[in-house]
């Protein structure tokens, strides 16, 4: 924040300062002091002339440190009127003590009225001349620390990362420039003036408030303080325009006294736009990321569709086959026959179980809003649950747990976690040999917890590495005889871990097998 | 005496499963197919323990829960499936005994028969409070507060000890999060779930050989604990 600090000691002297701080400026004050500028510079143009006189020099030296001093008068004070009055106390001073007769205001000498006239002649354009100049520049210099100020909220809204952000950071801004109380509202993306964020003062909250600068936004007009609209609230409010119409609204609460003049008005709208502008491009994101999700859920239920088909349909073929056969043949099977085809029947269903726990979560998946159940869950009981799950299926296969001592809790939906080592259990009994070693562990890291399933089986090529997450992969070695590819299985492990804020990640061991790695955050 | 069983469910393929099941054990049973029927043969019949399917046609699972449990302590073992944690939570909560998950095994429902009906005989035998709780090396001595395992006496903190001897009291069942949150803690708020896994966490450290692979304390995820019964 060290660039808003820099900023704010520019804004310090800026001259619009005046109005927007609100401090009452004293006009007899001003007066004063001008007035003494003007004596003061002309007392010394007088002094300067006696000395010249004394020394002897021509009279013209005199009218020339005269306008000299008009210049410098013009220079010092605020307004033409000052640079007028010394134009004219010039000439009538300069004819009272150096003209014959001295100390009045008569002249003899006839050219005198010639002189007095082009003297002030001089001394008016002078004064004008050199107080516009002035005024310029101090336009300028409002311009100039206008643009800065743009300049600086526009870097501040760069970093910006979403809509609230947005808010925060103008509301900031606005109120640091003015040291007023500032709030700064937007439309969510359903067009509803529900987004704001508010710096220094509660009195927005008032229903008078409220309805002032709904009103500012559904019309798209300045009201409030200071217009006609609403003209009894504490705060002007204007809108945020932008290309696609009203974008939110802006309201600063100015001090009472304080006076809003069109080119102020204007400068507000040109913060106002270049908040649009930023507003735009975080609604546009926001629309893209929503697009993007949706195209993401739709992808994932035709893939269901599709995988409900391919994988639904074998181990079904399987059992209809087989129980049809027995129905049919009954009398002529032996007891062995029966019971091989009992077991397949069995199998298949158990396959088929399985699957539909899958595809029930990639519905929760795919019903919208990935809503996990985040619990804090302790990391022994939820592999417990999965390896107990698994293991009733297991057969000959060895599964060993390490996991940490101490016990571990991780804010996680631990169903779907569950899930995760259970289908990645499943896949390494179904690609690795009976009598294989399964081992599962989770071990912690800085800020992640770091899980493995490991088997010692023959792993797979390497060339398929980076698609076994892919839904229908099959392992190209895979022969009829094996179980069918657990393709749908992995590629929901990568949802869920994703889902979580977690990696998952695969690879052959040195020694052989396949080692699926995934990590999940410790904290929130 | 026949151990009576009432099978509340619709579906006619499982219901007729699981009473061929039951016949082979010797048990004898009879059908519902919906809540109405099953309340009026609770009434009449009074079967020792019910299989409730918690998606009736008719009424609510849970409702046949609630009436029957205004006037009988039968144990009643809910059936649901994967995925309805909420369900089964307030079923449990409602007062059902035990549950089981679908599609189940057959040695998974006959296991938690036995349990019911052990649970049933030890409520109805004494009225005597059990003084000594032993499960395999675990020996839990109500009266002098000391746990062993192995012979081996083991420190627990006043909590541990009561969440142990609440679980141990109902072995066989699994207890609820919000059940025992009320009885160790007497409130129930998210904090204290997270307490209750810290705690049981503890416990575990002190009497499982592999907390990873327990023997005493089984996690039913989403759910609760549940002491083993063998």
């Known amino acids: 924040m060290q660039t808003t600090k820099s900023a704010k000691h520019s ?144 870097k501040n809204l760069l970093a910006v990362k979403s809509k609230q952000q947005v808010l925060e950071v103008a509301a900031k801004d606005i109120n640091e420039l003015f040291g007023a109380p500032v709030l700064v509202c937007a439309a969510d993306i359903n067009g509803e003036l529900n987004m704001r964020h508010i710096e220094g003062d509660v009195t927005f909250e008032d229903k008078r408030e409220q309805k002032a600068y709904m009103e500012a936004f559904q019309s798209g007009s300045a009201c409030g303080a200071g217009t006609q609209l609403f003209s009894d609230c504490s705060a002007y409010y204007f809108p945020i325009s932008g290309q696609s119409g009203v974008l939110g609204v802006i309201g600063i609460i100015f ?158 939906d631990g169903m779907m976690i569950e899930q995760v080592l259970v289908n990645l259990l499943d896949n390494a009994m179904k690609h690795t040999p009976q009598d294989s070693n399964v081992t599962v562990s989770a071990a912690l890291n800085d800020k992640d917890i770091i899980f493995e399933v490991s088997d010692d089986g023959q792993g797979i090529p390497e060339s398929d590495l980076p698609y076994i997450f892919n839904r229908f992969y099959k392992t190209k070695t895979d022969d009829s005889n094996t179980r069918r590819g657990f393709a749908l299985g992995l590629t929901i492990c990568k949802s869920i871990i994703q889902a979580h804020g977690g990696n998952i990640s695969v690879q052959n061991k040195p020694s052989g097998g396949l080692t699926f790695r995934f990590t999940l955050p410790t904290k929130e | 005496m026949d151990t009576l069983i009432l099978i509340v469910e619709d579906e006619k393929p499982i219901r007729h499963f699981i009473k061929v099941t039951l016949e082979t054990q010797n048990y004898k049973c009879l059908e519902a197919q919906n809540g109405t029927l099953a309340l009026s043969m609770i009434a009449s019949h009074r079967p020792d323990i019910i299989i409730l399917d918690l998606g009736l046609p008719d009424i609510d699972g849970m409702d046949v829960i609630i009436k029957s449990r205004e006037w009988t302590k039968v144990p009643i073992i809910v059936v649901s499936a994967r995925g309805h944690e909420r369900e089964k939570i307030e079923a449990l909560d409602a007062g059902a005994d035990d549950y089981l998950t679908k599609p189940f095994s057959v040695a998974e429902l006959l296991a938690r028969i036995r ?28 009266e002098k507060r000391k746990v062993q395992l192995s012979e081996k006496d083991i420190h627990l903190t006043p909590t541990e000890y009561n969440l142990l001897k609440l679980l141990a009291k109902h072995h066989g069942k699994v207890l609820t999060h919000k059940f025992i949150i009320n009885d160790i803690w007497g409130t129930s708020s998210v904090d204290d779930t997270q307490t209750l896994r810290v705690c049981m966490g503890n416990i575990r450290r002190k009497i499982e050989i592999d907390p990873a692979q327990p023997r005493y304390i089984i996690t039913e995820v989403g759910i609760g604990y549940r002491m083993v019964d063998e």
């Open chain 1, 255 to 412: 001090p009472k006294h304080y006076s809003l003049s069109e080119s102020r008005k204007v400068f507000l709208d040109t913060i106002g736009t270049q908040i649009a502008l930023v507003l735009e491009r975080e609604q546009l994101y926001e629309k893209q990321q929503q697009t993007k999700m949706e195209i993401v859920h739709e992808r994932l239920r035709g893939d269901l569709l599709r995988a409900v088909s391919h994988d639904f349909r074998t181990p079904l073929t399987g059992i209809i086959g087989s129980s049809s056969t027995m129905l049919e043949n009954y009398d002529s099977l032996t007891d062995d026959v029966m019971k091989e085809f009992l077991q397949g029947i069995y199998d298949d269903a158990e396959w088929l179980n399985n699957l539909v726990e899958n595809i029930l979560n990639v519905t929760r998946f795919a019903e919208g809003n990935i809503k996990l159940a985040k619990e804090m869950e302790a990391v022994e009981e939820i592999v417990a649950e999965a390896v107990s799950r698994v293991k009733k299926r297991s057969g000959q296969h060895k599964i060993t747990i390490s996991i940490p001592d101490e016990l571990v809790m991780i804010p996680v």
């Open chain 2, 115 to 142: 349990v019911a009906l052990r649970r049933t005989a030890l409520e109805g035998s004494s009225d005597e409070i059990q003084l000594i709780f032993t499960l395999d090396k675990l020996k839990i001595d109500f």
């Open chain 1, 11 to 154: 804004y310090e002297d800026i001259d619009l300062k005046h109005f927007y701080r609100g401090k009452p400026l004293n006009i007899a004050l001003l007066v004063i002091k001008n007035v003494c500028i003007v004596v003061g510079i002309m007392s010394l143009a007088t002094l300067i002339s006696f000395g010249f006189r004394a020394l002897g020099f021509y009279e013209a030296n005199f009218i020339m440190t005269y306008i000299l001093g008009v210049l410098l008068v013009a220079n010092f004070t605020d307004g033409y009127l000052y640079g007028i009055l010394a134009s004219v106390l010039g000439v009538m001073v300069f004819n009272y003590f150096f003209t014959e007769p001295y100390y009045t205001l008569i002249a003899y000498n006839p050219g005198y009225p010639v002189t007095f006239f082009i003297m002030l002649v001089v001394a008016l354009i002078t004064s004008t001349l050199t107080g516009r100049e002035k005024r310029e520049y101090q336009r300028a210099e409002v311009r100039e620390k206008r643009i800065r100020i743009l300049y600086q909220i526009e």
